[in-house]
């Protein structure tokens, strides 16, 4: 694409994007929006340790619980204000996940996998048995709302645009990483350990950053999930919230960006989309899983780069075939 | 011995009840090619682990420039100026020929961290640096023409060749290569002897463990052979063709005909 | 006490029966399947099915939930494995992780969310033997694992069957030059484990509630359970399983019963930190 058509697009898209708030007039719908901004931040944080590092976390619900829970605790209990609580959300989640990440990350594949599920489970287990500083099944509610240069961000309109900044800047964050030499020395860590090693970069360095940074992000989405919805509970952040920011990595493609947020989006909106099937959403989510990744290993970016490339092909074939028929 | 690059001392090696290094002790003066043969199962896969970090040495002592490894690990290894190539080539598989000659200069700071996201003018002038550094990695391996391809389709004399400019672009003092012409037909071999002599050109030394004896041969200054994890003989080609131990360990007749042509 | 120990060991045998399962597979295809607890759980809503809902002979209630399980096992092997095989470890951690989803939600949608409840074989009663208030179900569980096990060990060690089974699961290659049927031979292996799941299942529904939630509890366990004796590692696995069962029940009993359930992940992650091997596992060096 030309250097014009480029901005071109990215200005429409951008209109575009700041444009849906006017035109979604459900409240509801709104909301659901809202949730997909937080849970593309959520994603595109995983997509560092797990997209382009290839290690696996199935704890990264449990991170989130932590952004959440710091935002909440010190905004109702101590009067923090929503800058701070978030800022601390961030810190503090990322500081957990260097502590848990330094021993944890020495363990390969398998052992990882079952290492962060049981940290999820203990991080569950912590929100909901810790009284006295997380109401446990109780939950927190009255988280006040963010106030912006004097604005109060009150509903789903406002909020939107504030998501939508924090989208912008942790996606571009994001794409810098990847397009520095830490993106290219992550993947080859994940490709050969040992060759990695051998020029000098570090395997534990540089899966204890990405788990960092997917701490991070899941710090910052937590907190904007406990303003969004200014109620959180333990069950918010279970297992099954970490398998499907899994599932979305893998839809989208592990390690695109673009793949993680459109597949972010697309899982948020699609039970909505499938209320009427009730029970039997979960069934066929399960199903579209499985699909997904039997016919469609690369995700929707391997589609999308397959289909470029087979369209360069085609324009390269004689229009005429060789042989009859 | 300060001229040398690399000392190995009395180096062992054990896993569990077999000693795959026993003893072994040779110098490596700066500069110098030197090759490591011996039949299969000797010991030389097992002392480039070794002197790169990837395995601990039970016994002996191994310094690079004159500053003993004492269990460094690989990255530290890496970081003194030691490179190496591997037999079963270890390329990423995910990256283009350029991508993984840039990222053999990664450096994990938190200046460069930030410097790749706010992208300052000291940072761009450092990656305009580094893309010359791999730019002429690749040209003088020939590979600059297909820097943009993805290494999982480039045939295996090329890929042989990538993991090279990729151990190069670190600007080594010292180079291992492990058995670099495995799996190599002839006139790739005779690209990679250019490319030995135009490394040895530049002033760095090589430690080569090789199978194919006419390379060895005709590239190496000195020879170090090992058996059964000893080392058996060591000096230049035309002393170590002659030696009776190591044509009984290995050489056998076939290069007795060889060593008269 | 004896009284603790003794429940202690027989949740340990359950646990050592699902772990069992997971090592099985694991050794067999290299693949973690997180969908183990809701084998057990289907083995549990089976066998209550079929006792309490369909009035059904007990022997043949047993009988049928134990030959559905081991076709089920053969089935989860052809959708969830069979077409991803040879790929690397996480699609195939996904599909698992997605079975076990749709396992979850089917059972939902077929049984409801209310918790059902099942007979043991020896009735629900209580025996009293001196002091010791003895569960009947308990002696049950050690017996069924146990002549299970012995069975096992005989089938693996001295059918050809068995033999095949276990070529399959130590080199793929080897086995399929030997001329092993190495995919029959997985899909065996899955369908054997499916029947252990079922098996554990059946004898624990007459303990527990029957929910569609019960799978995971368990299956943590049992992965720790895994974990604790090694890896891969059968006897470690029977070990582990009897372990952690003792172990959380003596920490609920002397310490706290309301994190009963965290006992089990922090002794996962203090293994998993100092000696990730466990008992009788082997430290595995890649080779340059």
Redesign the interface.
Known sequence: MSRQARWLSIGVGLLFMLSIPLWVTSSFYLRLVNLSGITIIAVVGLNFL?GET?Q?SLGHAGLMGIGAYTAAILETAHHWEFWSGTLAAGVITTAIAIIIGY??LR?K???L???T???G??LW?IFS?WRSATNGFDGIGQIPEPHIFGFSIANDFAFYYLITVFVAAFVYLAIRIKASSFGLAMIAVRDNE?AAEAMGISATTHKVLAFSLSGLYAGVAGSLYAHLFTYISPDAFT??LS?LF??ML?LGG?GSILGSMIAAVFLTLLPEWLRFLD??Y??L???I??LV??YM?QGIMGVLKNWRRWKLFRATQPSEPLHGG | MADSILVVERLGKRFGGIMALDEVSFQIPRGAVCALIGPNGAGK?TL??VVTG?YKPTSGQIAVEGRPLDGLGPVAIANLGVSRT??NVRLFHSLTVLENVLVAKHRATPARFLGGILRSAGFRQREATIRAEAQEALQALDLWEIRGRLVGGLPFGQRHLVELARALVRRPKLLLL?EPSAGLIRPEIVRLMQCIRMLQNRGIAILLVEHNMELVMRISEQIVVLDFGKKIAEGPPEVIRADAKVIEAYLGRRHQRAGTR | MEQIVISGLAMGSIYALIALSFVLI?NAVGV?N?ATGEIVMLGAFLGTTAITQLQLNPVLAYIAACALMVFFGYSFNL??YY??RG?S???I???T???S??M???A??IWGANPLSMRGVLGSGVWHLGTVVIVPQNIVIFIVTLVLLVLQHLFFTHTRWGRMMRAVAQDQDVAKLMGIKVNLMIGLTFAYAGFLGGVAGLLVAPIFFVTTGMG?AVA?KA??AS?VGG?GSIPGAIVGGLFIGLVEILGAAYVSS??K??FA??I??LV??VR?QGFFGEKIA?K?
């Open positions: 797990t290839g696996i021993p944890t363990l594949g398998h052992y996998a079952i290492a599920l049981g940290l489970q203990i287990l048995n040992m297992l099954d398998i899994f599932a893998i592990l029970q039997y979960m069934v989510y399960g199903a899983i499985i990744i039997v290993p | 896969s480039i682990n990837l591997f037999q492990d | 694991y973690v997180f959708i969830t077409p991803l790929q470890f996480l699609p951690a996904l599909s992780l997605a079975a989803i749709i979850r939600n089917v939902l949608i995971f943590m992965f720790t974990i890896f309301v994190y359930d965290a992940f922090i996962l992650i998993l930190l990730p890649e340059a």
